[in-house]
């Protein structure tokens, strides 16, 4: 079973994305913001991952 949220380092082998872009990216509001999991930890819910690549694909390549 898939965990259901991915740290940063998975996060940037995912997307391809690298820390800086994507802290800059949630920012300005164009990137999924994670989930609080401990007090010092993180995570990016997979599926939240999943829709912004399928956005992507879609602007990239329109029908």
Sequence with gaps: MAKAHLNLREVEDETGLN????????KAGKFP????????????????????????????YPK
């Design 19 to 26: 820390r800086s872009t994507i802290y800059r990216q949630m």
């Design 33 to 60: 913001k994670p989930d609080r999991l401990t007090t010092r930890r993180v995570g990016w819910r997979r599926e939240d991952i999943k829709a912004w690549q399928d956005s992507r694909k879609s602007a990239e």
